[in-house]
């Protein structure tokens, strides 16, 4: 059984101007001890994705179809109370601006303990206590801050705290939202690399979700990258640095500047991102696409697999 | 800077806002137009007869010398007596002060706590009819206007069905009956402090809810409001343990200055109701100008107000860690 299957889903926020689609025809899975890394620009739906996985949606988001299964269980068809005990303790995540995730009057460590208390309620003191202790030496934090305010800790710190609450029942996934977006690179650096070791030594199964995609070709296994609320090419991050076959794919790495290739411009991709007010036609790219053709406009393409296990919905390839 | 540095920074300021207050009052009252014994001439008096009702006054010196006279008493702790009562000023504020205490302070704490509860109930229970109803009610009640609300309330509760006393505080053949103990006293005042009371109530509360409404609905859109969902925490935990610490600080700064002027009594609803109490008094000192006891009045408001504001500073100081004034 795989950890994670999601299958045709599609979602929709209500808004005053109208249904806007933000996602559609979303098809994937993760296996146990994966790291899966959603791509994109802003708007184009990896956060509401990795929301809907743990069923943190707005008021106004609406499941239209599709199904989200963790080991086999429809997320979807939960109870509150069931869907109470599944999050953290199955998947937990870190949120983008992990800086505000932590309640400003409330003592790091006494957040931990919550997560923690919250689903092992008759977990004693002194056990408690260790296991926080045990997660502030995972993440390397000193012990001595435990009982500091998420204020007195620096953004790198706060990053760690954030991620050692995440750990702290030892969920099978995570969900990681643009986790280290606001930090400087060096300290990015490392907490990738800490939580790169930490992940390959429990097993964990990640989500990374980021708009970098030279960083998601570095953390993760395989990439999806999506556009306008679809996914338009996945694959192992090896095939789709070497031969990324979707025009937008192409346009996201010529918009990066890298440290190995040789200096060259970079070149932005043209135009606005996509709103999709629902049920459209064609292609989401179409509007940008430096090979579009007019058949791109009315026929939605249907995926291709271009090598093993490398996928790419475009009618042009 | 710690705290000890703190409350003594913030004393040296209570001390100067203080001295400018005192300073403000003085100049102040007797720039107002009319004067003080200008009632207690007539025309047949002799000029020396005049100056002598002046002299008794204090008022046939030197503007500024009767404000170092003013400073010395105040440092003396002397108030003086008051022009119109002839008595010693604080005698006349002492009993005032209470039944103003009585009604106004413990309306404000009542309509807090109820406010401050059903604000709470509204937020989570947004966009339900019962949200709908607690706004649209609070917004009713907050903008009435008060004397026709009191009126309104003498003429059902008191006029129509008998219920209460129409005025006052107490009755009369009560008090004076020597038979007559402590709790058939306390009843009587209480049976008297209904309407005002009710009246005041519902002036308040819906200011506290809609306050409480407000900051719950703000910080539920925070971020940490959504780890604390992820985490699989009840509603009812999110809303106490993660949402209401942070939504209670704007209210407790607007509960506590509330409570220090609360006070201050108000002229129109002790005029509709006749009671005793120290708004009234301050309206008729002013007009009178009954400087003893205006200025005592009014000192005693600012000293209660500027300390209020410390200790907002100091408490919040333990409900929001980022503010250790360090």
Not at chain 1, 191 to 199: D, N, P
Request: with cysteine; proline share 4%.
């Amino acid at each position: 059984m795989r950890l994670l299957e999601v299958r045709d889903l599609a979602l929709e926020y209500r808004t005053k101007k109208g249904p806007f689609l933000a996602l559609e025809d979303i098809q994937f899975h993760v296996e146990k001890g994966e790291v899966l890394a959603f791509v994109g620009e802003s708007g184009c739906g990896k956060t509401t994705l990795g929301m809907s996985i743990l069923r943190l949606l707005p008021e106004n988001a609406h499941i239209l179809r599709g199904e989200i299964l963790f080991e086999g269980r429809d997320i979807l068809r939960l109870s509150q109370e069931e869907l109470r005990r599944y999050r953290w303790k199955e998947v937990s995540m870190i949120f983008q601006a992990a800086m505000n995730s932590l309640n400003p009057v409330k003592r790091v460590g006494d957040q931990i303990k919550e997560a923690i208390q919250t689903h092992e309620p008759d977990i004693s003191k002194g056990e408690l206590k260790r296991r926080v202790e045990a997660l502030f030496r995972l993440v390397n934090l000193p012990l001595s801050r435990i009982g500091d305010y998420p204020h007195q800790y620096s953004g790198g710190m706060r990053q760690r705290a954030v991620i050692a609450m995440a750990l702290a029942l030892r969920p099978k996934l995570i969900i990681a939202d643009e986790a280290t977006t606001a930090l400087d690179v060096i300290v990015q650096d490392q907490i990738l690399k800490e939580t790169k070791l930490l992940q390959k030594e429990f097993g964990l199964s990640f989500i990374f979700i980021s708009h970098d995609i030279a960083l998601a070709f570095e953390v993760a296994d395989r990439v999806a990258v999506m556009y306008g609320g679809r996914v338009v090419e996945m694959g192992s991050s090896h095939d789709l640095e070497d031969s990324p076959t979707h025009p937008y794919t192409m346009a996201l790495l010529e918009s990066y500047p890298t440290l190995t290739v040789e200096r060259r411009r970079l070149r932005p991709i043209p135009g606005d991102p996509i709103k999709v007010t629902g049920g459209a036609k064609g292609c989401r790219f179409f509007m940008r696409c430096p090979e579009a053709e007019a058949s791109c406009k009315e026929i939605t393409p249907p995926w291709v697999e271009v090598g093993k296990g490398h996928m790419v919905s475009c009618l042009r390839r | 800077m710690n705290l000890k540095t703190f409350i003594l920074k913030r004393s040296i300021q209570v001390v100067i806002s203080f001295y400018v207050i005192l300073s403000l009052l003085f100049f102040l009252l007797r720039l107002s137009p009319g004067d003080p014994y200008s009632k207690y001439i007539d025309s047949d008096m002799t000029q020396q007869e005049i100056e002598l009702i002046k002299k008794q006054m204090g008022l046939d010196k030197h503007i500024f010398y009767q404000y170092l006279i003013y400073i010395r008493n105040l440092i003396k702790m002397d108030f003086g007596y008051s022009f119109h009562y002839g008595t010693h000023v604080w005698d006349v504020i002492k009993n005032k002060i209470l039944n103003t205490i009585l009604l106004f302070t413990t309306s404000v704490i009542v309509s807090a706590l109820v406010g401050i509860f059903l604000g709470r109930i509204a937020a989570w229970r947004r966009n339900t009819s019962l949200d709908a109803g607690l706004t649209i009610a609070s917004l009713v009640t907050h903008t009435i206007f008060l004397p026709w609300l009191g009126l309104l309330l003498i003429w059902i509760f008191g006029y129509k069905f008998e219920l209460f006393p129409l005025s006052g505080i107490y009755t009369p053949e009560i008090w004076l009956d020597p038979e007559c103990g402590f709790l058939r006293k306390a009843l009587d005042v209480m049976h008297h402090m209904a309407l005002p009371f009710l009246s005041l109530f519902l002036l308040h509360f819906g200011g506290y809810l809609l306050l409480m409404r407000n900051s719950m609905l703000g910080t539920l859109k925070e971020d940490y409001i959504l780890t604390a969902r992820a985490k699989g925490l009840r509603e009812k935990d999110i809303i106490n343990r993660h949402a209401l610490p942070n939504a209670a600080l704007p209210v407790v700064t607007s509960v506590g200055l509330s409570l220090a002027f609360s006070i201050n009594g108000g002229a129109l609803t002790e005029t509709v109701f006749s009671w005793p109490g120290i708004g009234r008094e301050l309206v008729m000192a002013v007009s009178h100008n009954d400087y003893p006891l205006a200025q005592a009045a009014f000192l005693l408001i600012a000293i209660v107000v500027l300390l209020a504001n410390v200790l907002v500073d100091i408490l919040y100081a333990f409900l929001d860690p980022r503010i250790r004034y360090e």
